[in-house]
């Protein structure tokens, strides 16, 4: 199967299945999700949505969480992974946003990674789910899941080849979505242990699945 062929496949049929796709943390305005985004890094979103309505109602603007201390923070979100970094990184995040940002999130790539804390992949999300922006966030399940399907080649090592290659053949107006369309599918059916094909309406696209079952495929020069 064409690489064309394989992107188009797929994205009519997550278009057809999984019409509303989004982020799974809670939030209610752009600098609550920076918060929850910089708590989600090698954690679990449902840890992060136990932990934020406190540290929300806590510090519900950028001035209170930069007056505070990251120790204090600390005590909000010790249970997520790395908790005293990220208690800096969320207070140095929140002063930078008042000193120079006049206390509102940031909509550029450039402007967003100077946050503490943030990162390509954090940024990224601000940009898709804030701003709808055409950026494409790469965790480990969009890296995980891109490779399976074969929307990108082994030749992609690191999250930015993903995301470069995924940018190129995804419609523009899809990006948004299909940052969260991977995500998702990552999450509750391609599992990194324990892939649930069974359960995937994507098997006969799926070029992990068709070299697993030895279901045989066109090939192509195109898949390179």
């Known amino acids: 199967m064409r690489k064309k062929e394989r992107y188009e496949k797929i994205i009519a049929w997550f278009r057809k299945n999984r019409p509303i796709a989004e982020t799974e943390l809670h939030y209610n305005d752009p600098f609550e999700l920076l918060i929850?985004?910089?708590?989600s890094a090698q954690c679990t979103d449902k840890r992060v949505n136990m932990i934020t309505p406190g540290l929300y109602q806590a510090f519900p603007t950028p001035e209170a969480l930069a007056a505070t201390t990251p120790e204090v923070v600390y005590e909000y979100i010790r249970s997520v992974s790395y908790p005293n970094n990220?208690?800096?990184h969320l207070v140095g995040m929140a002063k930078m946003l008042v000193k120079d940002f006049n206390s509102?999130?940031?909509?550029?790539l450039e402007e967003l990674i100077k946050l503490p804390g943030v990162g390509r992949k954090t940024a990224n999300v601000i940009q898709s789910v804030v701003f709808n922006k055409a950026a494409m966030a790469v965790d480990t399940h969009v890296f995980r899941v891109s490779h399976r399907l074969g929307l990108v080649s082994?030749?992609?090592t690191t999250p930015f080849s993903v995301e470069k290659e995924l940018v190129k053949h995804i419609p523009e107006a899809d990006i948004p979505i299909a940052h969260?369309?991977?995500i998702l599918h990552g999450r509750y059916v391609c599992q990194a242990r324990t892939p649930q094909c069974d359960n995937c309406g994507l098997q006969l696209l799926c070029k992990y699945y068709c070299q697993k079952y030895k279901v045989t495929q066109e090939s192509s020069k195109d898949e390179e």
């Not at 509102?104 to 550029?108: A, D, F, I, L």
Request: with cysteine; aromatic share 6%.
């Open 36 to 39: 929850a985004v910089i708590l």
């Open 86 to 88: 990220k208690a800096k």
């Open 104 to 108: 509102k999130v940031p909509g550029t």
């Open 154 to 156: 082994d030749k992609c």
């Open 180 to 182: 969260h369309w991977l």
